[in-house]
């Protein structure tokens, strides 16, 4: 597949390629500037005559694979793994009648049905590498009822979309993904650490609002001694620190509500109880306030929420995160972007879809190859790139290679795994990329019995915060009041994700049991013990990490060498090229720069 790429440059094309590079004149390397919300608009026939090879099938494999065959180029997506998404994913239920249920409610044509994922497994480098397999169900589900099934999920990968993640909110938009409220914080989420009451957990408002009154309350009263401020100025302050800290007229912390209550609010003379603060003492001990880098721990049970990624207002698409690729791979491309070669496993399907009365359609699925490992990327001259790969087949395990040749190759693999990969990239350029450092990260997946956060303790959403291994607990933002829902039962990286990886799997449900009954007592009995998931980031099979540990503020001279780019027909993408890694964000944003700069370059 190789196409002279060798075209005058008209003063018409040269416009147009400079207003694309009203996106590629941003590349990253220039500094700061506003996230692309949308891919660049490219110079008309940008692709005719042109092919593109793609490393990944994860987000930023599959944006790229629908921005490029719409602007015409001929594309194959090349994706190692047996399934889609890459470290979107999201395992349901297995049982056949819940899947089928599934594909009814979302994808009746039942389009790619590998998009339905139920097991998944870690590679060789895990101390327990056998698939793990959703069984989650509706216990009250009949399926011959015509009633919908409490809808069950782990987002074992991302899980959550800020307001401020433009270009996925956009993407979200374009491709139909409906999106809904994700909650991170309410004030009955429980936060937990043995040097606060004997490891006993407390409600969040009760402490943050103690600490943040008691603050308020010891400002006011130096401020109201101070003779050196103007009385302006004093009376300000004070009606600031009144507000802030929910202070009475005498600036004490004393009869507000904000800490919750102890007997709620009721009718006649059921009188409420509000909670006493927390001493201040109490909460300074306690470890909630934490700190530390948050790449490597939880971060500050306290004020995780002012983060700029996680603050109000985030979401979640409805259904699931995979619903970000499920929605790219059914995005219709123009017929002429596929390139079937001799003996394609693309081709009986497609067949028999054709022949099914629809006519020819084409989606970005349909270019995806799945099972095949890109062994090697070499610039074989000025106009072409040669793509090795090792095709496995998925039934027999046994493996083919083969080679194709592209005008550009675009990677999403990780840098460390592209570092040890073959390619004509200098040894100088690969140093840099091995070098890039990677955030182990971990999760586990409960089914509840019941929704018993909800009944017991008035959680409806957030995430409950704990200094055990476990880090954390997620709360379903959706289905409020159903029979049962999926609890996120643990996330941590960085060290403790180290350490929980490499327990074997029996040792993992152990120990996130343990973690969830410091938040909840009899844990193991309010949820589906036998049913938990575990994931190692670290050890899933074409994955490093988590993702990259910030690398533009943690290591910014490797971040700096690695997106010196372009790099002759080779265009790095991915969330690690961006200054959101651990983000889709940067995985799409990083997309369209390589866009914007193959347009630059080659428009
Ligand atoms: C635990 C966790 C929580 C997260 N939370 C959030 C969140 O809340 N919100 C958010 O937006 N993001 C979150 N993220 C980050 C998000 O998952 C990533 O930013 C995004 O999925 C990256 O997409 P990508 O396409 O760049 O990379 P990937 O998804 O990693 O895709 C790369 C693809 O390349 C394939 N590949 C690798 N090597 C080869 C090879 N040699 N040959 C062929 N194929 C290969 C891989 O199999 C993979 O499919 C989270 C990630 C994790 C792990």
Redesign the pocket.
Same mark, same amino acid.
């Given at each position: 597949m190789t196409i002279s790429d060798h075209r005058p440059l008209s003063r018409r094309s040269l416009l147009q390629a400079m207003t694309a590079l009203a996106g590629a004149a941003a590349l990253p390397t220039l500094g700061a500037r506003r996230a692309l919300a949308t891919m660049p608009d490219l110079p008309a026939n940008f692709g005719k005559g042109r092919s593109i090879a793609i490393?990944?099938?994860?987000?930023? *494999?599959l944006t790229a694979g629908w921005k490029l065959a719409n602007a015409g180029f001929k594309v194959t997506i090349?994706?190692?793994?047996s399934r889609y998404?890459?470290?979107?994913l999201t395992p349901r239920p297995v049982r056949a009648a819940y899947r089928d249920w599934w594909f009814n409610k979302y994808n009746p044509e039942r389009l790619f049905p590998n998009m339905y994922v139920s097991t998944y497994h870690e590679d060789e480098r895990s101390p327990d590498p056998a698939p793990q397999i959703c069984q989650f169900d509706d216990p009250l589900w009949n399926p011959n009822s015509g009633r919908s099934p409490v809808e069950l999920f782990l987002n074992a *990968?991302?899980?959550?979309?800020p307001s401020d993640?433009v270009a996925?909110i956009r993407l979200c938009q374009q491709t139909g993904v409906a999106l809904e409220p994700y909650i991170f914080q309410s004030n009955y989420n429980l936060l937990q650490s043995p040097t606060f009451a004997n490891g006993a957990p407390v409600a969040y408002n009760k402490v943050n609002y103690s600490a943040r009154g008691q603050v308020a309350e010891m400002l006011a009263k130096a401020i109201a001694e101070d003779t050196q401020l103007s009385a302006e100025f004093r009376k300000q302050m004070l009606n600031l620190l009144q507000q802030m800290g929910d202070l009475n007229a005498q600036n004490q912390l004393k009869d507000s509500t904000r800490m919750g209550y102890s007997h709620l609010p009721g009718g006649w003379r059921d009188a409420p109880i509000a909670n006493p603060a927390v001493p201040l003492q109490q909460t300074l001990d306690s470890g909630f306030a934490g700190g530390g880098n948050p790449e490597t721990s939880p971060g500050s049970f306290l004020y995780n929420a002012d983060n700029i990624d996680w603050q109000n207002s985030l979401m979640q698409p409805i259904g699931g995160m995979d619903r970000v690729w499920q929605r790219l791979l059914v995005q219709p491309v123009p017929t002429g972007s596929l390139q079937l070669r001799s003996g394609d496993p693309r081709g009986r399907g497609l067949q028999a879809r054709d022949g099914g009365g629809k006519g020819v359609r084409r989606f970005v699925g349909d270019l995806v190859l799945l099972n095949?490992?890109?062994a090697g990327i070499h610039e074989t001259s000025k106009a072409n790139i040669r793509i090795d790969f090792v095709v496995t087949d998925p039934v027999g395990g046994k493996s083919t290679t083969g080679s194709e040749t592209f005008d550009f190759c675009f990677s999403?693999?990780?840098p460390n795994?592209l570092a040890k990969?073959p390619t004509s990239l200098s040894p100088e350029f690969n140093a840099w990329l091995a070098k890039v450092d990677q955030t182990p990260?971990i999760?586990v997946g409960w089914q509840g019995r019941t929704r018993f956060w909800e009944r017991e303790n008035n959680i409806y959403g957030g995430i409950s915060w704990t200094k055990d291994i476990i880090g954390q607990i997620w709360y379903p933002s959706e289905d409020f009041n159903a029979s049962t829902g999926v609890l996120t039962g643990a996330?941590n990286r960085g060290p403790g994700a180290v350490t929980f990886g490499n327990y074997k799997q029996k040792e993992r449900i152990a120990a996130a049991l343990h973690g969830g009954s410091l938040l909840h007592a009899d844990f193991a009995a309010k949820v589906y013990a036998d049913k938990g998931l575990t994931i190692a980031?670290h050890y899933m099979?074409?994955?490093v990490g988590?993702?990259a540990s910030d690398t533009a503020n943690t290591q910014p001279d490797v971040y700096r060498a690695i997106t010196d780019l372009p790099r002759g027909r080779l265009y790095l993408a991915?969330?690690a090229w961006s200054y959101l890694p651990?983000?889709?964000?940067?995985?799409i944003t990083s997309v369209y720069e390589a866009i914007g700069a193959l347009a630059k370059v080659h428009g």
């Open positions: 490393v990944g099938a994860g987000v930023a *494999g090349y994706e190692g793994d998404g890459g470290r979107s *990968g991302p899980g959550r979309i993640h996925l095949h490992r890109i999403s693999m990780a795994l990969t990260a999760k996330y980031w099979p074409f994955q988590g993702w991915g969330d651990g983000w889709q964000e940067g995985a």
